[in-house]
């Protein structure tokens, strides 16, 4: 009877002696963002191709006015030091996918039933295990400190704060830039236009005056609606799964330092994850 009664207890000490191992960011690429991008621009070539004169829709100058254009416009708009540390969050979109919601949720359950059972100081080894995820690295670096768990919660809600308006600055230079390209491209077919008027009286003029016309509003509408607007879409996607997964972290950072029972984070973090996402740790 007693070897029954022992049966969870061990099986529930093998599970948290485990180490704790976070997936890491995996830096492959977002196949889905890729293959997007990547499959609307063959698209887009297949069509020149088979309609012939491919090298008609290659016209340096119009590509100078848009592409340069658009960035020097959108540096107008954000300060130079905005532009450059919006680029790796940018970046990040195309390269890593970041950690899963009901992944991180599993990982911090595990902490907490570890320091519950053994005490905070006993997670201490595990601290080089998080070096992958900065934000809990962070987190129970000060749980291990032993710092006040008012100032802990005081602290994660500025740096989750000061993450969301990272991501939100990014996101309005991609749109920006995504307003930016088409009317730069309407600027390029203005400069055509007139070029193509002031050469009436040279029929050999009009033609190409008529293609930089055309071929800027051809560049901008691809730059905005192929590129900028699609990327900005997802990294709004990308930064409302990391807000959810620090969400997580602050809930089992916090639930640790007041050395609540586990299996309440559980049905708190349940609380927040999407049906198809909610873990049973404890089941």
Known sequence: MSETANEPVQTFTARSDLPVRLEPRRQSFDLATVLGLAGALALISIAIW????????IDLPSILLVICGTFAITTVSYSWAEVKQAQPVMWRTLFSRGQAPDAAALKILQLA?????????????????????PF??????????????EEIERN??????????RHQRSTGILRRAAE???????????????????????????GPAMAVALLTTF???????????PIASKLERNSATELLVNQIF?????SIGRQENPRRLELVINTILPASQRVRYFD
């Open 50 to 57: 088979l309609g012939g004169n491919w090298a008609a829709f």
């Open 113 to 133: 039933e570890r320091a519950r059972r053994r005490g905070i100081l006993a997670i201490q080894g595990e601290l080089p295990a998080l070096k992958d995820e």
């Open 136 to 149: 809990l690295l962070r987190a129970t670096t000060m749980l291990v400190d032993g710092m006040p768990i």
């Open 156 to 165: 994660l809600a500025f740096e989750v704060q000061s993450i969301a308006q």
């Open 180 to 206: 930016v390209s088409p009317a730069m491209g309407l600027i390029g077919t203005l400069v055509g236009l007139v070029q193509m008027l002031g050469s009436l009286d040279d029929p050999d003029a009009i």
């Open 219 to 229: 560049y901008g509408a691809v730059m905005a609606n192929v590129v900028f607007l």
């Open 250 to 254: 602050v809930l089992g950072a916090l």
